[in-house]
């Protein structure tokens, strides 16, 4: 997805676990891996260094002249994007709180919501590099076809987030920590990598991030609701994407509406 949305959709999340919306902008801290091109999606995409880099880069963004050798390169790629994610905050007049004790989770929701997002636009490698497979939205890309260039490059984007955005969904989801609402995500994410990643990779992922296991009801609510999600943007897909496939649409609709009244 697009910046935007990435933002937008953190903002979300940590809305329903009643966080500061300033750490939606780590959401787009994995972006810091688009330069040098090699190491595009290869380097931050992973939730085993999310830790690390979302600590980096709210230190970056917080502290004017902060530096660390030992991280030499993910310094000098946050203090070259500080800019443009300070600009994404102060569209929404926000800044980071100077102390919070929940700094650490929040800006980890929004690190995870965008590899979980990015599972939409192509094939992901999320718990790289203990498993080199890839998660994605695999069925709705054989319905969908090259969509990338209309997506992106016409207002049709704009049209699905907004549509997104302002869904009844989000009033009807349950409130959750942060914590949890991570848990699902990794749960969804080994879940859509055709049966290639299992869900032990589960426990190293959350060990990585320094987060402490969730009640298993917890998690499948909010496993749910993120089921009930992406149904919801695959079906936007098929509405703004394949207009005209009233078939797969239909059927989409079907399986969305079925997912959300699970939630």
């Known amino acids: 997805m697009d910046s935007q949305t990435h933002v937008e959709f953190a903002d979300k999340l940590l809305a329903l676990s009643r966080q500061h919306p300033a750490y939606a902008v780590a959401s787009l801290f994995p972006q810091i891996d688009r330069y040098p091109h090699v190491f595009h999606r290869m380097y931050a995409h992973t939730v085993f260094k999310a830790r690390r880099l979302a600590e980096t880069g709210l230190r970056v963004l917080t502290q004017d002249g902060w530096s660390d050798d030992t991280q030499a390169f993910d310094v000098r790629r946050f203090q070259e994007e500080k800019a443009r994610f300070q600009a994404y905050m102060q569209a929404q007049s926000l800044t980071l709180p100077d102390v919070d004790p929940c700094a650490h989770e929040a800006a980890l929701l929004a690190y995870v919501s965008h590899l979980y997002l990015d599972s939409f636009n192509q094939p992901t490698q999320p718990f790289a590099p203990v498993s080199v497979y890839c998660s994605g939205q695999w069925r709705m890309w054989e319905q969908i076809g090259d969509f990338r260039l209309t997506l992106y490059t016409t207002p049709v984007i704009g049209q699905l987030r907004h549509d997104l955005m302002h869904h009844p969904l989000w009033a009807e989801a349950d409130a959750c920590t942060p ?40 998690v499948a609510r909010a496993r749910e609701f993120f089921e009930a999600f992406e149904a919801l943007l695959v079906d936007l897909h098929l509405k703004y994407l394949v207009a005209d496939n009233a078939v797969a649409a239909s059927e989409f609709s079907t399986h969305a509406a079925r997912a959300r009244r699970a939630v």
């Open 179 to 218: 914590s949890v609402q991570i848990e699902a995500m990794l749960e969804r994410l080994w879940r859509l990598s055709l049966d290639r990643i299992g869900a032990s990779i589960v426990a190293p992922s959350m060990q990585a991030m320094g987060l402490s296991r969730n009640s298993p009801h917890e």
